[in-house]
C-alpha cells in the first residue's frame, strides 16, 4: 500500500485499537470528534462513548455515527475511564475529550509510534503547541502549577499533568498497581503518574501534540477542580488517596452492543 500525505498512513497496522471518549452532555461537539478520527489504518477500530448519563442528544449522536455506547451512570470523568478501560474490546487504547480540542488525526501516527518504538504509554502534552484561544489564562496558569506540583512531589518529569490524550496497551492494567484509583478529573495526572513509576520513563513517553479550543461548554469547575487535583497529589504522594468504587463497569450498565440502551428500547 502508499503512504497518503500528512497525518495519514499507509499500511494497515498489526493492531487492534479502542478510542474511547468520555461524555456528559457533549451534543455540539461530538459528532466532528468522531468524524475526525481517521478510519481503516489497524485491524480493527472501535470508538466508544462512555457516557455519564448525558441529558442532551450525546448518546443518539453516537449511535447515529455507529460508534459503541457505553453508559456508566456513576458521576465523573475518571469513573468513566476506570469503566471504559475494561469494557473497551481492542488491545491498544486511544482516549481524548469529546470536544474537538484534541488532534484526531495524529491517532493512526500515534499508535504507530506506540508500536515501532516498542513503547506502553503515551501521553500528549498540550502546552508547547497549544493554540491562540484553547487554554484561558487561568487554566493556563493552574495547568502549570499543577503540573509543577507534580513534578516536585514524584520527579517524573510529565510537563502537562493535565492532558487527557493517552496511547497505550490495554494489557498495562494486568498489573494490578498500574490501575488508577480517582474517580474524577485528577485520574489524568494520577495515570502519568503510574505510568511513569511503574512503567519507567523508556516506556512511558510524552510528546507534544496540538491542542484546539473547545466546541460546546466546559463542566470543569475551574477552582473545585483545580484544587481537587492539587489536594490528590499530596494524598497520592503520601499514599493516602482512596479508591471510592470498584475498577469496572457495573455488572448492568446499558451498552449499545447488548442493545439495552434507553435510546434503543
Ligand atoms: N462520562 C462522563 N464524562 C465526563 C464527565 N465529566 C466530564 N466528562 C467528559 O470528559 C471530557 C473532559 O471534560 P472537559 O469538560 O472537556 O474538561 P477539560 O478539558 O479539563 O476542561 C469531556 O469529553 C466531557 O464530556 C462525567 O462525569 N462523566
Ligand atoms: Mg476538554
Redesign the pocket.
Known sequence: MRMRIGTTMTDVLPVTVTVI??????EE?LADTVDAIPRDWCENLEIM??????TDRTREIALEKNIRVHL?PR???G??YRTGFVVAKNDIIVT????C?YPAELVPKLVKKLIDDDLDFITCDRLTLAEEGSMSGI?GFGNWGLSFTARLLFGYGIKDS?S?MWVFRKSIFDNENMRPTNDG?PL?EEIKILARKHLGKQKAIEISTPYRP?VGE???HTWG?GWKNFKFLYAKRFGMNKTLTDWGPLPDNPDSINGDLPEQK
Open positions: 471518549l468520555p461524555t456528559r452532555n457533549e461537539a462513548i462512555v457516557d455519564g448519563s448525558s456508566e458521576k465523573g470523568y469513573r468513566a481524548m475529550d469529546a470536544d480540542t487554566h493535565q487527557g478529573m489524568s473547545r466546559a463542566e470543569i477542580d
